[in-house]
C-alpha cells in the first residue's frame, strides 16, 4: 500500500514518523510534485497540483474534521473522502465551548475588570434558565457539546438536517424548525459543517430571531458568520457579545474590527485542535481495514459527496 501524506502548514516529518510506526507494511512519503502514484492519501488543504497528478488514489483521509476546503477542489467522483471524527477533538471543543458560555454566564469579564480596579464586587447571580443555549449541529462534535453543557443544567437545544433524538437535549430540525429553536435560544454554538446550505446561516434574520441578550460563539467556520451582521446587532444591543475562533480569512487581519471590539472575543482556530497521535490512530486503523479487504464505503466518516459533509 502506498500512502502519500499532503498538508499544508503542518510539518511533515513527525507525521511520516508516526504513519510508518503505526503502518509498518506500507511505503509512506510525502507528495511533492512528480511524487510516485499513491493509493491513499493523508491531507489536509492540499493543492489541486497534487490531485490532478495522483490519479490512481482512491481514498483521501483528511487530518481535519471539515471538509470544506476539500470540496472546494475539483475531485474525481470516484474519490472517497474520509472525515477525522472526534479523535479528542470532541472534549476539547467541549471544554472551549463550556468556557465561553461559562465566562459570559458568570460575568467572569467584570470580575477581570474589577481585578484590575482592586475592587472586591459582588454581582448579582443571574439565572441559568434565563440562558437556553443552541447548538447548530448535532454530529459528532455538536452532540458532545450539547450533552457536556447539559450536564452543567443550561437548558439545551439542538439543530439538524435530519432528526435527532439526544439525551437532555431539545431537538428541532430542518427548515422548519429554525425559527422555533432560535427563539427558544439566548446563547447560539455553531458546530455545523460549511456547506452550500449553511454558508451564511448566522445573519441578521437568524441572529436577530434569538433572545434578546443573545450570545454568539462561533467554532465551525468563518462562511458561516455574516461579520457585519453580528456587529450590527450588537450595535443595537440585541446581541451582548460573540466568542469567536474561525474566520472568512484566516489569520483574521489586523484591521478587521472583531480584534478590538469590546464584546468579542477571539481565538485563533484553536477550540478543538488536531491532535497527531490520535489523528495517526484513527487513520491508520482505517488503513488497515482496507488492508485486510474492507470497502471503503464501510469505515465510518466517509464523506457524502452532494451533501458536502
Ligand atoms: P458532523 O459530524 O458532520 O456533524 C454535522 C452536523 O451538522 C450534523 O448534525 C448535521 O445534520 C448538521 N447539518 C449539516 N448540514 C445541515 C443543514 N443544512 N441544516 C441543519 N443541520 C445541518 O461534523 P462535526 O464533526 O460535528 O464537525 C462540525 C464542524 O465543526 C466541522 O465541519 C468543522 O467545520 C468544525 N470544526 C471546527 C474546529 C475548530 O477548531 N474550530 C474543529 C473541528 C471541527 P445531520 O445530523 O442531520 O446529518
Ligand atoms: C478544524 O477546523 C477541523 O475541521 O478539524
Known amino acids: 500500500m502506498k500512502i502519500l501524506n499532503c498538508q499544508s502548514d503542518t510539518k511533515s516529518e513527525p507525521w511520516l514518523q508516526g504513519l510508518r510506526a503505526a503502518l509498518p507494511e506500507a511505503e509512506i512519503y ?46 474525481r467522483p470516484e474519490l472517497a473522502v474520509v472525515r477525522l471524527e472526534d479523535a479528542g477533538m470532541g472534549v476539547q471543543m467541549v471544554e472551549y465551548v463550556l468556557y465561553a458560555v461559562t ?32 447548538v447548530l449541529g448535532l454530529g459528532v462534535l455538536g452532540q458532545q457539546v450539547a450533552q457536556g453543557l447539559a450536564a452543567f443544567q443550561y437548558t439545551v437545544n439542538g439543530w439538524s438536517r435530519t432528526p435527532r433524538t439526544v439525551d437532555g437535549v431539545r431537538c428541532f430540525h430542518g427548515a422548519q424548525g429554525l425559527n422555533d429553536f432560535l427563539a427558544a435560544s439566548r446563547f447560539l454554538v455553531c458546530l455545523l459543517p460549511l456547506t452550500p446550505d449553511t454558508a451564511g446561516l448566522l445573519n441578521q434574520d437568524t ?13 465551525a467556520r468563518g462562511g458561516h458568520l455574516v461579520d457585519q451582521d453580528l456587529l450590527d446587532l450588537l450595535a443595537r ?73
Open 207 to 219: 441572529l436577530s430571531r434569538l433572545q434578546p441578550g443573545g450570545y454568539l460563539i462561533n467554532v
Open 103 to 134: 465566562r459570559h454566564f458568570r460575568e467572569l469579564g467584570a470580575y477581570e475588570q474589577a481585578q484590575t480596579e482592586t475592587r472586591w464586587a459582588y454581582r448579582k447571580p443571574l439565572r441559568r434558565s434565563d440562558f437556553p443555549i443552541g
Open 30 to 75: 510525502d507528495w511533492v510534485p512528480g511524487a510516485p502514484q499513491a493509493d491513499y492519501a493523508v491531507v489536509w488543504a492540499p493543492p489541486q497540483q497534487m490531485l490532478d497528478e495522483q490519479t490512481h488514489l482512491k481514498a483521501l483521509f483528511n487530518t481535519g474534521a471539515g471538509v470544506d476546503k476539500l470540496m472546494a477542489l475539483n475531485l
Open 237 to 309: 444591543g440585541h446581541l451582548a457579545g460573540a466568542t469567536l475562533d474561525v474566520f472568512h480569512t484566516e489569520p483574521l487581519p489586523s484591521d478587521h474590527p472583531f480584534w478590538r471590539h469590546p464584546q468579542i472575543t477571539v481565538t485563533p482556530h484553536t477550540s478543538a485542535r488536531t491532535l497527531r497521535d490520535e489523528t495517526i490512530a484513527q487513520i491508520a486503523g482505517k488503513l488497515q481495514a482496507l488492508a485486510g479487504g474492507a470497502d471503503i464505503a464501510s469505515l465510518g466518516g466517509v464523506v457524502h459527496r452532494q451533501r458536502g459533509y
